[in-house]
């Protein structure tokens, strides 16, 4: 058992076993799903949420140790190691406090205390230290010496002192002090910039003028807000500080500095000069070191929320439950440029293409009815999709024009276009419709992302599906890790039909990549479809390893082997055998059979190397064989005629979509083209810790409006109970507010200044 491990199981509250099981797993090349799913005995049932906080803290583990190894081993080539430091190092628990000690020695310029120690004042500074009678003068006229350019006693003390500001920061427990006390109490203050040449933008300055006078407690400071502050400081607007949250006479961290070195308040040549060292050390060294990193560690829990906001966003996209296998027509509406339709069936194959013109300039608004109306007949349309961009609702008119004079049957959706052009664009489009123009590429993205959400998106680079909280701020490897990681999860979680799935969708299986997901299709292609799980291992370079965590996810429907239908890995065939045998029934007649399966003792199937959580496992699986955890389609019924901003009145109750969750509350689609702000103070009724608990993208929620910018694109909703003494009427003559006011409007200016 390593320190690693037990570190790691200390930090995530599991036990020393877990965690080394789980880093041996990792460590032999097994992914996450994998040993979430189908190694439960070894990790005493870890699931993918603890693997993953695992994996991440193993990874940052091993590289700040490979750090310090470099910085340890730069140092002592340097021979600028010395014993406190290297202590100070080796105990460092964190990357930016590891840089901050080595920032000084980084240059390969010698520093004043190392050029001090060159001229042989190391002596002198131990004497300045430990001789506290005595004047410093007197000490440091025996360190004169012409062949080390020390002329004069002032000379002596400087170096003296440099040496000892350099050697006060390598105190471990004096800077923990230090900064238990700063992140404590401490304040972070905003401010404006100064002026600077070039002038910074007045529209930048603008959006930042709320934080021109900004004091917030620095651990306490919602994550959002660090945010901003720090795109503020980014674009020259602002400049931040530390300071503690009182002024008292002689600070407190200096205090603890003093402390450190025992030095008395007695009014002595000698505690005087000290008591000078310290506060020019405190001031010019420790204060912006350690302001530096509590900022810094803000930061990174910042972008950690801020990347949490956004992974679990992410995740409710993907997992939004699918309209399912109907023939589906795909509306990219325009209004200039007309708006593209693309028809695609069943298995999301693209049937038609077709751009009309009903809106201005040309106005073609009975010819367009006429051509969709021929197109919907000729295909068995049964569903339609328009995104949501500019001239969503004036489209979705046309449908229903459509719908009524040609009396025809579907279902409308509305959905989020997010992506679509990103998709059009790609390089796997072009590979996929190379013939087809660009425009019309983001209409078949529509289609198919309302049949199945997940098998769509995925194709799309997640940064660009825009659900996120600052996205662009954040740390983008991070960034991109935590995203994929969502989709892997979400993939693996589902499932993918071998014989349907597209290779994007197919190099988020486990143990798959971009080169095994392309030969599978071109195998496919070649045999035509497979037939069971076992044909994987004639795929091209697709060996054993790969396909031991990749089999339990991939799923063939009507093949000649009923498990392979199933998230029954392969190598539980024989525990399922038993059980079949167990029930005297084949297999096909007892899946599903819940009575029969109920009936089974599950510890009876257990043995030295099949454990009681995989029969469990096995057995659910039998019961509801590749059951979907997307749950049921629905969507919001958007209210006829509210198309705009300028429709929507005080008090009004609508229907609408959560297109994204921060921190503040959730942004809701309610078909206007601007989202609106539900506070979390107006999420619900009770008090509301984790606007999540609530609500999440892609939920069907009923609102009310509360509050109405036209000027600035603002529309506050509650989803709280309305009160029986405000009544519609007593707000009708307020209609359209240019200027927002109560709560909503504070909610808008703390949350939207980004």
């Known amino acids: 058992m390593t320190a690693t491990a037990i570190h790691i199981a200390k930090h995530l509250n599991i036990t020393p076993q877990q965690a080394t099981a789980a880093i041996n797993l990792l460590d032999e090349g097994a992914t996450v799903p994998f040993i979430a799913r189908y190694r439960k005995e070894a990790t005493q049932g870890l699931d993918d949420t603890q693997l993953r906080l695992l994996s991440r803290e193993l990874n940052y583990t091993r590289e700040l140790e490979d ?46 205390g190392q050029l001090a120690i060159e001229a042989g004042l190391a002596p002198l500074a131990k004497q300045l230290l430990s001789s506290r009678n005595q004047s410093p003068q007197d000490l440091a006229n025996a360190f004169i010496a012409s062949q080390s350019n020390i002329n004069d006693p002032k000379q002596a003390l400087e170096g003296a002192a440099a040496i000892i500001s350099e050697e006060l920061p390598q105190d471990i427990v004096m800077m923990n002090k230090i900064r238990h006390q700063l992140w404590s109490q401490g304040i972070i203050n905003a401010k404006q910039a100064r002026k600077k040449t070039p002038a910074i933008d007045p529209h930048v300055l603008a959006k930042f003028k709320d934080y021109f006078s900004h004091q917030e407690p620095i651990k306490k400071i919602p994550s959002h807000r660090m945010m901003a502050l720090l795109r503020g400081k980014a674009a020259g607007a602002l400049q931040l500080n530390l300071a503690l949250s009182f002024e008292p006479k002689v600070h407190p961290c200096l205090e603890l500095i003093n402390q ?31 302001t530096n990193e509590l900022i810094n560690k803000a930061k990174e829990s910042a972008e950690t929320q801020a990347i949490d906001v956004f992974a679990n966003n992410l995740s409710d996209l993907l997992m939004a439950a699918p309209a399912g296998n109907q023939i589906t027509l795909g509306l990219d509406p325009g209004i200039r440029t007309g708006v593209k339709a693309a028809i695609v069936d069943e298995q999301s194959k693209l049937l038609a293409t077709e751009t009309i013109y009903p809106h201005a300039p040309r106005n073609q608004w009975q010819q367009a009815i006429t051509s969709l109306a021929s197109l919907i007949k000729r295909h068995n349309v049964t569903l339609i999709s328009i995104g949501n961009g500019t001239g969503s609702r004036e489209t979705e008119k046309l449908i229903i024009d459509c719908k009524k004079q040609h009396q025809l049957e579907f279902t409308t959706i509305i959905v989020s276009e997010a992506g679509a052009s990103v998709y059009s664009a790609s390089e796997l489009a072009a590979n996929e419709f190379p013939s087809l123009d660009v425009s019309l590429r983001g209409a078949v993205s529509i289609a198919r992302r309302l049949q199945d959400p997940l098998a769509e998106l995925v194709k799309i680079e997640p940064k660009a599906i825009g659900v996120g909280q600052y ?10 890790t935590r995203l994929n990681e969502v989709v892997e999860d979400c993939v693996n979680g589902v499932g993918v039909e071998l014989n349907t799935a597209s290779a994007p969708l197919l190099q988020r299986v486990s143990g798959l990549n971009a080169t095994l997901a ?4 071109h195998f496919r292609e070649s045999i035509g479809k497979f037939q069971n799980r076992k044909q994987l291992l004639k795929v091209p370079r697709l060996g054993p390893k790969a396909f031991e965590q990749a089999a339990g996810f991939l799923r063939i429907s009507n093949g000649n082997e009923p498990l392979d239908a199933s998230a029954v890995h392969p190598e539980s065939y024989s525990l399922a055998s038993n059980i079949v045998k167990k029930c005297r029934k084949n297999i096909k007649d007892l899946i599903g059979n819940d009575s029969l399966l109920n009936s089974l003792n599950a510890a009876e199937f257990t043995d030295t190397h099949i454990g009681l959580p995989t029969v469990i496992d096995v057995i659910n699986e039998l019961k509801r064989p590749a059951r979907d955890p997307r749950g049921d389609f629905k969507a919001a019924e958007l209210m006829e005629g509210i198309e705009t901003i300028n429709d929507l009145e005080l008090e009004m109750e609508l229907e609408g979509t959560v297109t994204n969750v921060a921190n503040f509350g959730a942004f809701v689609d309610i078909g206007v083209h601007q989202d609106g702000l539900v506070h979390i103070s107006q999420l619900a009724d009770g008090f509301v810790s984790d606007p999540r608990k609530v609500v999440k993208v892609g939920q069907v929620v009923k609102v009310r409006v509360t509050d109405i910018d036209v000027a600035r694109k603002r529309i506050a909703l509650s989803m709280k109970r309305q009160s029986t003494s405000n009544t519609k009427h007593q707000y009708t003559e307020n209609k359209k507010k240019l200027t927002p006011q109560g709560t909503m409007a504070a909610a808008f200016n703390t949350a939207r200044k980004n």
């Open 471 to 480: 996205q662009h701020d954040v740390n983008e490897n991070q960034l991109n």
């Open 67 to 112: 750090r310090k190894t470099t910085i340890l081993a730069v140092l002592t080539e340097n021979q600028k190691l010395t014993s406190s430091l290297q202590r100070s190092i080796e105990q460092c628990q964190s990357k930016t406090a590891l840089e901050e000690i080595y920032k000084p020695f980084k240059s390969s310029r010698k520093t004043k």
């Open 518 to 521: 392309n030969n599978i299709v």
């Open 260 to 290: 450190s070195l025992t030095l008395s308040q007695r009014n002595t040549k000698m505690s005087i000069w000290l008591s000078d060292v310290t506060q020019q050390c405190w001031k010019l060294k420790i204060l912006p070191s350690i």
